[in-house]
Nanobody
Framework: QGQPVESGGGSVQAGGSLRLSCATSVSTVCKYDLSWHRQAPGKEREFVSGIESTGITRYAEAVKGRFTMTRDDAKMTVDLIMTGLQPEDTAMYYC????????????????WGQGTQVTVSS
């Protein structure tokens, strides 16, 4: 399996919107948790949103109501639709793929993408 690949970052003004996409390179026979994380300069990487293999979607409190994560199994992508962006959303955004351990697919494994930069100006 290849590494996740993010796209769609850019620069917007406060209040604007962006849509990030992650090509996940998942196998159709395995189970995965997929998530978005972000890291601002000088800060630790933090969870933004995730979709579990069960389909349950979770969001960090800071983005609830503004960000929406979707999954397209046919395209093997997960998107992060970001609205109402604020300067504090400025960060490198990373896609994470966690393959769950199963009898068929073997041990679990996690992989990070290289990230895509989001910059929000006031």
């Amino acid at each position: 399996q290849g590494q996740p690949v993010e796209s769609g970052g850019g620069s917007v003004q406060a209040g604007g919107s962006l849509r990030l996409s992650c090509a996940t390179s998942v196998s159709t026979v395995c189970k995965y948790d997929l998530s978005w994380h972000r890291q601002a300069p000088g800060k630790e990487r933090e969870f933004v949103s995730g979709i579990e293999s069960t389909g349950i979607t979770r969001y960090a409190e800071a983005v609830k109501g503004r960000f929406t994560m979707t999954r397209d199994d046919a395209k093997m992508t997960v998107d992060l639709i970001m609205t109402g962006l604020q300067p504090e959303d400025t960060a490198m955004y990373y896609c994470k793929r966690v393959r769950l351990a199963t009898v068929y697919c073997g041990a679990g494994a996690s992989h990070w993408g290289q990230g895509t930069q989001v910059t929000v100006s006031s």
